[in-house]
T-cell receptor
Framework: AQSVTQLGSHVSVSEGALVLLRCNYS??????LFWYVQYPNQGLQLLLK??????LVKGINGFEAEFKKSETSFHLTKPSAHMSDAAEYFC???????????????FGKGTKLSVKP | DAGITQSPRHKVTETGTPVTLRCHQTENHRYMYWYRQDPGHGLRLIHYSYGVKDTDKGEVSDGYSVSRSKTEDFLLTLESATSSQTSVYFCAISEPGLAEETQYFGPGTRLLVL
């Protein structure tokens, strides 16, 4: 069964600093991995996704993530934080198996990112 | 933005009353999902649909039922609301339901059960 662990429920960085949000997954089959962002009182918006085409995935708003099979990780990074990046970020894995999938997503518990001026 | 609307956006109800939440999409996507979001739990799947009249249970389906009579509408019913069902409910859609396909989310419904 697939699962996702996000390390750190809250992360605080200064404006201009590196953003690193951690995500580790557990999957018995090659996973499909996603990062979503949720701004206050809004729905979830896709930042980026890994579907085995390339291990370094670039997303919107300057974010990227690297798939590392050996570490079962898919950490999200941004070189320089902006105040507008303050939001909650969710890592998710597709509930996939060799028998097929309904495309269901299994989410981590989320990481709230605060950006200090 | 994907054409997904949820209604109502906010609702306050009393314990024991039935509640129906509606998700409407204009994308003609075959798959639709209902999630609930609670602090410290992320999003958890309640039910999903893979076509008209085709639905299945998710991780936290107890106390919930769903119906899909048209491609564009997916209804979530709380048969007898309880305080533990106070949550934010999100609808999502995807096509064609392949694992790598993105799920697009609606704006959410905030439900308070008193």
């Amino acid at each position: 069964a697939q699962s996702v662990t996000q390390l750190g429920s809250h992360v605080s960085v200064s404006e201009g600093a590196l953003v690193l949000l951690r995500c580790n997954y557990s999957s018995s089959v090659p996973p499909y991995l996603f990062w979503y962002v949720q701004y206050p009182n809004q729905g979830l918006q896709l930042l980026l996704k890994y579907t085995s085409a390339a291990t370094l995935v670039k997303g919107i708003n300057g974010f990227e993530a690297e798939f590392k099979k050996s570490e079962t990780s898919f950490h999200l990074t941004k070189p320089s934080a902006h105040m507008s990046d303050a939001a909650e970020y969710f890592c998710a894995v597709s509930a996939m198996n060799y028998g097929g999938s309904q495309g269901n997503l299994i989410f981590g518990k989320g990481t709230k990112l605060s950006v200090k001026p | 933005d994907a054409g997904i609307t949820q209604s109502p956006r906010h609702k306050v109800t009393e314990t024991g009353t039935p509640v129906t939440l509606r998700c409407h999409q204009t994308e003609n996507h075959r798959y639709m999902y209902w999630y609930r979001q609670d602090p410290g739990h992320g999003l958890r799947l309640i039910h999903y649909s893979y076509g008209v009249k085709d639905t299945d249970k998710g991780e936290v389906s107890d106390g919930y039922s769903v119906s899909r009579s048209k491609t564009e509408d997916f209804l979530l019913t709380l048969e007898s609301a309880t305080s533990s069902q106070t949550s934010v409910y999100f609808c999502a859609i995807s096509e064609p339901g392949l694992a790598e396909e993105t799920q697009y989310f609606g704006p959410g419904t905030r439900l308070l059960v008193l």
